[in-house]
């Protein structure tokens, strides 16, 4: 589901410099058995020019429609558009 937002929101505001990555603690190695998983997939989506930031934390932030809601064992980015 992240791949796919991503994908359609660069196509839609163009390409991306970079963002931030928050990710439930229960994720990362606890998940996929080793890490840099999400970046990479994230890196294969925005190209290797694009750079993040970001931390492990017990409980995320995100939008549902549009409400804001603390969310549990998910990841929520922040994309930051090159603004060309």
Do not use: Q
Not at 15 to 40: N, Q
Not at 41 to 69: M, P, Q, T
Request: proline fraction near 2%; aromatic fraction near 10%.
């Amino acid at each position: 589901e992240l791949l796919r937002r991503t994908a359609a929101y660069t196509e839609m505001a163009g390409p991306c410099a970079g963002g931030l990555l928050v990710s439930c603690t229960g994720r990362g190695t606890h998940l996929y058995g080793e890490s840099g998983v999400e970046t990479a997939a994230l890196r294969d989506v925005l190209g290797k020019d694009a750079h993040f930031s970001g931390w492990f934390a017990n409980g995320e932030i995100g939008r549902v429609g549009w409400r804001s809601f603390v969310h549990t064992f998910t990841s929520s980015l922040a994309l930051f558009p090159t603004g060309k």
